[in-house]
């Protein structure tokens, strides 16, 4: 085993780090604060990030690119969402679907669109697949009821699929250049049968944004509706064959869609603790209380102690599924590792609360937002369903075969 | 004889409090226009129509003109309070507890005469306590000598007739609205009592803390400020009966706003039930699907544990015999059903906003609000990390 990373992945990391430190953690609770939906956002973070690279970070070289893999992409996480866990996640956001793009699409498709997000510092990507009455349904489709899961329709026409209908909670929704859309082509079947992916460019007639989302945490984060009004999108733009199911065309969790999408959460969630270590380890250092420092304390020790193992932990489990990932080794690691990061977030986040206490919650407006930021774990990505889906992905033959032996 | 059964008395004021409360109060509380921004200013007209049912001077003696309940009363009360709104909850709740110590045992028969009538015929008329709760920190000197001194309270000095106070308290609760105000004040080695209204030549009172920009504040329930003495002149005649009335005052306001906590958590998990009813996920309405089912399970477990604690160390306090005659353990129950309400409220409030999936953190649906309601009492001048240890040191009866 050999836990040393190479020259070109420590690299990464400094450039990560200095702009974390530089550029994103000096905004990170000023835009935090700011009222309304969109408003936190900040376009000259996004284009000087991208700049570094940072926006198309997992582009292959071929595709002009820097080509990096998944070790280097869970450091430059880890090291961007330390600065902010929600401008973090706008910057891997592209990263999950281009990786989707590299594995999922045509060649023409993938000259036509990479091209377009590499040289334009502010082409952000998406995926549009949760709907208003469609959220679990989508990840677990229910074998009672094959009108379950998202029902934005797609008719054929001509060379053209006409799209009627919403999307909600969108990543990136508002500031999108690119949609992946799933759709159904046929509402007889469940979506494994009637699904089609397709992609949509903001440009395309009858598409628009709807209802920008106030979010508690992951402020500067964008989520929106996206409606589709007889929204005209060429044939061109389906993704493998029609009526394969949308995440089958996606390669379901063997491609770098889903698969990033477990890794992408987990390590920025390492991120946020590592900002909770060192916030609460300068309180407690700085603050006296009952004639000693806080950190002299028996009560702060074991309580910061608890928040440095969960997060070497977590980080260590990161590391080991980028490193599969790199190595094309696929397991229940990644989703188990997400599950895992969704507690971990939040107990660490809950316990430098505790560490910092009323008078430091009172005085660091920092302190309640690492936790506001935590929660989008259990409920944007890392909630129940994505636990029963870590269990589906478990080889439930293994230990029976055990018992028989 | 053990008896949990409430009073006629205590279900007609719960189930005219929930009426108000669902019809009144929790339909404005929750309005997308109010949940979404960072500042919500005190509801004022409804914290008035609350005031005229009475809700006042719950604590206050019928002699005096109030209610006259007792401790386990008015956290029924609470809590039902605090599931439609718990800026309002908190707001009542401190006019209520102080109105009941001050006019029945803090003040003189003259100082009573003089403020009773315009306290009972103004319902804008509320009271605020200047000062800490003297053990909120003495978890952190378990186990040694160290002795808390009133750190941070305005002193007085003596001239003729007079006390000069100066001094200023953060954080007051209800000050931007007092018409009197209740001080502890350090005066020649011990602690002392004045009674100050608003109007006072010398009183600073800073407007209710800002929840926006940047010297924002959001840390806290109900309405709070400054207040700053700078040379106050106090009339002697002024000073409280008791000279260090604290810790009357903590102990119930720790209950008293473990009962508001346990409100907030009772509003989260009703809400997430009537959710689950209505959301279809899976083939089914989710509250079918036994993840859903264990998560409301656990939630009804830990509210019920909690009110249960709660009025019984609410009822303690008001019958003090029950623990000299060894019916009840001589140990600090409000410390230990404020410590474990605080934490069990954090675990449902989560939970219920579980149930909402991303609903739960958009900031015009109401469970973002209740998970942060429930933070704040966990981490707040009366409970912090070091809280438990007030038990053990009690457990142990060690002498400081």
């Not at chain 1, 961007?80 to 999922?104: E, M, P, R």
């Not at chain 1, 270590?277 to 603050?287: E, F, H, P, S």
């Not at chain 1, 608890?306 to 599969?324: D, G, H, I, K, Q």
């Not at chain 2, 005096?64 to 709740?93: R, Y």
Request: glycine share 8%; charged share 25%.
């Amino acid at each position: 085993m050999d836990f040393s990373f190479s020259e070109d992945e420590l690299n990464w990391q400094n450039k990560a780090r200095d702009f974390a430190r530089n550029i994103i953690d000096p905004k990170s609770v000023e835009r935090d604060q700011i009222e309304g939906g969109f408003d936190p956002f900040d376009w000259s973070i996004i284009e000087k990030g991208s700049e570094i690279g940072f926006r198309t970070l997992a582009v292959p070289t071929e595709w002009g690119g820097p080509g990096t893999g998944f070790v280097t992409q869970a450091l430059v996480m880890m090291a961007l969402a330390k600065g902010d866990s929600g401008i973090c996640k706008a910057f891997s956001q592209n990263w999950k679907w281009s990786h989707l793009i590299v594995n999922a699409c045509n060649d023409e498709q993938k000259k036509r669109f990479l091209t377009e997000f590499i040289n334009d510092h502010r082409y952000m990507l998406g995926r549009g697949i949760t709907e208003p009455n469609a959220g679990c349904d989508n990840r677990l489709p229910p074998d009672n009821d094959p009108k379950a899961g998202y029902r934005l329709r797609a008719e054929r026409d001509g060379n053209d699929w006409i799209l009627n209908g919403e999307k909600t909670f969108i990543a990136n929704g508002s500031v999108g250049s690119l949609f992946f859309i799933d759709a159904r082509t046929d509402p007889n079947v469940d979506i494994t049968k009637g699904g089609t992916l397709f992609l949509v460019h903001k440009s395309t007639p009858g598409f628009r944004i709807g209802k920008i989302f106030n979010k508690g945490g992951w402020r500067f984060y964008q989520n929106a509706e996206l409606i589709f009004e007889d929204a005209r999108v060429p044939h061109a733009n389906v993704v493998g064959s029609v009526g394969t199911g949308s995440v089958k065309a996606a390669g379901g969790d063997t491609t770098g869609g889903d698969l990033f999408g477990d890794l992408e959460l987990a390590a920025n969630a390492v991120g946020i603790c590592d900002d909770a270590n060192q916030m609460a380890m300068l309180y407690a250092t700085k603050v006296e209380c009952s004639g000693k420092k806080l950190v002299d304390h028996q009560l702060i020790q074991l309580v910061i102690s608890r928040m440095n193992m969960l997060t070497e932990a977590l980080r260590s489990f990161v590391l080991r599924v980028a490193w599969e990932h790199d190595q094309g080794k696929r397991s229940a690691n990644g989703v188990l590792m997400v599950n895992y990061s969704t507690d971990v977030v939040l107990e660490v986040t809950k316990l430098n609360m505790e560490v910092h206490g009323a008078h430091g919650c009172r005085n660091n407006p920092r302190v309640d937002k690492l936790v506001r930021d935590a929660m989008i774990w259990g409920h944007l990505a890392g909630d129940t369903s994505l636990r029963l889906k870590a269990f589906s992905k478990l080889d439930q033959g293994i230990g029976l075969e055990k018992v028989k032996t | 004889m053990f008896n949990m059964s409430l009073t006629s008395e205590q279900l007609e004021f719960q189930a005219m409090l929930c009426d108000f409360v669902t019809n009144e109060i929790k339909s404005e509380s929750i309005k997308p226009s109010r949940l979404e921004p960072f500042d919500k200013p005190l509801m004022k007209d409804l914290l008035n129509q609350t005031s005229e049912l009475g809700l006042r001077s719950i604590s206050l003696s019928e002699e005096a003109g109030g209610v006259g309940a007792d401790l386990m009363t008015s956290c029924i009360i609470l809590e039902e309070l605090s599931v439609g709104d718990v800026d309002i909850a908190v707001t009542l709740s401190q006019t209520a507890l102080l109105a009941g110590l001050l006019f029945d045992n803090w003040m003189t028969k003259k100082q009573h005469d003089l403020y009773i009538s315009d306290f009972l015929s103004d319902a804008t008329f509320h009271l605020a306590y200047v000062g800490h709760d003297p053990d909120a920190l003495a978890g952190w000197n378990y186990h040694t000598t160290i002795k808390e001194e009133h750190i941070g309270s305005p002193f007085a000095t003596k001239l003729d007739e007079n006390l000069i106070i100066n001094g200023a308290v953060n954080f007051v609760t209800n000050a931007p609205i007092a018409s009197l105000f209740i001080v502890p004040v350090s005066f020649e080695g011990k602690m002392t009592s004045l009674l100050i209204p608003k109007d006072i030549a010398g009183l600073k009172i800073y407007p209710a803390i800002k929840t926006t920009g940047k010297e924002q504040n959001r840390w806290h329930h109900g309405t709070m400020s400054r207040v700053e003495f700078t040379n106050c002149y106090v009339p002697i005649d002024d000073c409280l009966k008791n000279s260090d009335n604290g810790r009357d005052f903590s102990t119930r306001n720790i209950i008293q706003r473990a009962a508001i906590n346990l409100g907030v958590g009772r509003v989260a998990f009703e809400t997430a039930i009537e959710y689950t009813k209505i959301r279809r996920q899976g083939g089914a309405d989710i509250i079918a699907h036994q993840a859903i089912g264990k998560m409301i399970a656990d939630m009804a477990i830990k509210l019920e544990h909690a009110r249960t604690m709660i009025w019984k160390a609410a009822w303690v306090l008001d019958n003090p015999d029950a623990v000299i005659d060894n019916n009840l353990s001589n140990l600090p129950l409000h410390i230990i059903a404020s410590s474990f309400t605080a934490e069990v409220i954090t675990d449902v409030t989560h939970l219920a906003a579980e149930c909402f999936g991303a609903m739960a953190v958009m900031r015009d649906m109401p469970l973002q609000k209740y998970v942060e309601d429930a933070f704040i009492f966990a981490n707040s001048d009366t409970n912090n990390l070091s809280t438990k240890l007030r038990i053990t040191e009690a457990i142990v009866q060690s002498d400081r």
